[in-house]
DNA sequence: TCACTGATTAGAGATATGTCAAATCAGCAT
DNA sequence: ATGCTGATTTGACATATCTCTAATCAGTGA
């Protein structure tokens, strides 16, 4: 490992972002950038099956239904997740692609972070 | 906790996020989404030396001083950037730590990951 | 066709956010 | 002290965001 002065830690912080690319991940992170989409996001990724319906996640909440509804069309609108309708329900999944994006943005791709561990299992 | 059916990228996609990891995710994301403060954040964290000067930072945009002020504040009150007056510059800095926050929840821990997994320590 | 359930859209109201001009604070140097 | 430059705070304003109710759309089944 030659010395090589590595600044900290996420890509972001290695090069100074593009204004353009700056507006895009922007675009991404205010989808994000609610507690109440994070859940969702959260939710939807992790149900069995890759995908969660409508339904499903409604009743998580102590939200009216046009509320989750509208979250989840600022996730759709941003690319994070896709949705389609299967008779009665609505079924969304997640498309990783999109996701990672926010991951390769600020993934510690340096040493182990300070807090976490790679540990095998 | 033994190869458990790995969905597909992100912690946040493995499982759901409990409410308060959400709201406290959604701080530090909210201080993220915007493009002004995104590019701040990464001047700061590639700047040489590891800080940058606020008036490096002023220059670089079409904004007022007081505005660029604003920004940092918020990604100082978010606990991201740190800063120090010397004379009659105020230098900021990144903290690697918050920042890695955000690298772990959407980190793409996939290809080389069949047997690996991310622990908090 | 009509009623019923699940989901989205439309519209409204309260709150939060991004920006600026003006005022203020902090050091430095006449 | 006085003034000068760099940075922050204050106050205001326009816009965006979050939530709700009411209305509408989509499918199912009597």
Redesign the interface.
Known sequence: MAAVTI????P??????S?TD??E??VL??A?????R??L??????HAG?EACVCDLTDAFDLTAPTISHHLKVLRTAGLIDGDRRGTWVYYR?I?EV??K???A???LTEP?????????
């Open positions: 600044q900290c830690c996420a972001i912080a290695r090069e100074p972002l204004e700056a507006a991940l922007a992170l205010k994000v950038a609610d507690p109440v994070l859940r996001l959260s939710m939807i990724g992790s890759g997640i990783p996701v990672n926010l991951g390769a600020f993934a510690p972070a300070p807090n976490l561990e790679l540990t095998p299992v």
